[in-house]
């Protein structure tokens, strides 16, 4: 059963891609797909680049065309959620998009066609990559010891988030409508829809880049190139080795 990790960029992916067993490197709607095998599975790795509509159409080529079975996403976020700080870890339970309104037609942030918010992540694959993120937290030292794994609600969206009146805007409509957001990003619920098209298990895992704030464009590029890629080694590889059975 051929598992799919996608990455938006680069320092996201890591390792992953030198990591792999027999790999093999295959160029599909303007991606770059790495076929081999990681932890004794069989696995594809790909850049989806940034954005919904990027990350719909590379879940999509996965399911389609690689035959993907189960699909996993590692990155970086920026932290909304009281506690939820520069270097923890949230694992996604539920997404919605924070940028979807066809209002008056539909509720606000509900997705046409499919009667819901929120949209569901895989349980079983959500609680073996906690697990990985608890082990990868449990090893910081230094300023990473205080490192926390928080799981729940991600809100995708369009849009970078970076000023800390947006972050705040965002978080308070959010939870007076009883959404309690962790984290944003931009690919996330894309690749949930997706995977509830196509029937298939979805789980993701996010490294908490910035606050989404006024900081955030200083924040995202050390992090993303000094931080970002040895936590999706460390959570995919500890994952991988957890996912025996499923």
């Given at each position: 059963m051929t598992t799919a990790i996608?990455?938006?960029l680069p320092e996201e992916q890591g390792s992953l891609v030198s990591a792999l067993e027999a790999p093999e490197r295959i160029e599909h709607a303007s991606?770059?797909?790495w076929r081999g095998r990681l932890e004794g599975h069989d696995v594809v790795l790909v850049l989806s680049g940034i954005g919904k509509v990027a990350a719909a159409t590379t879940a999509n080529a996965l399911a389609e065309r690689f035959g993907a079975r189960r699909m996993v996403f590692t990155g970086v976020a920026g932290g909304v959620g009281e506690g939820?700080?520069?270097g923890d870890v949230?694992?996604?339970t539920e997404y919605l998009q924070h940028d979807m309104d066809a209002s008056p037609i539909f509720p606000r942030w509900e997705v046409p066609g499919y009667g819901a918010v929120r949209m569901g992540c895989d349980p079983a694959l959500a609680a073996l990559l906690a697990e990985a993120a608890a082990e990868f937290a449990g090893r910081g030292q230094g300023a990473a010891a205080a490192r926390r794994v928080h799981r729940g609600l991600v809100a995708s969206g369009d849009r970078f988030v970076s000023t800390a009146a947006e972050s705040q805007r965002l978080r308070r409509e959010l939870?007076?409508?009883g959404?309690?957001?962790l984290a944003v990003e931009m690919e996330g619920?894309?690749?949930t829809q997706v995977c509830r098209d196509?029937?298939?298990p979805f789980a993701a895992v996010r490294t908490i880049s910035d606050r989404a704030d006024d900081s955030a464009h200083v924040d995202f590029p050390a992090f993303v190139r000094d931080v970002a890629g040895p936590c999706a080694d460390a959570i995919v590889h500890g994952f991988l080795r957890r996912l025996q059975g499923l």
């Open positions: 996608l990455s938006a991606r770059v797909f939820v700080q520069v949230v694992v996604a939870l007076a409508a959404h309690e957001v619920a894309a690749v196509h029937g298939l």
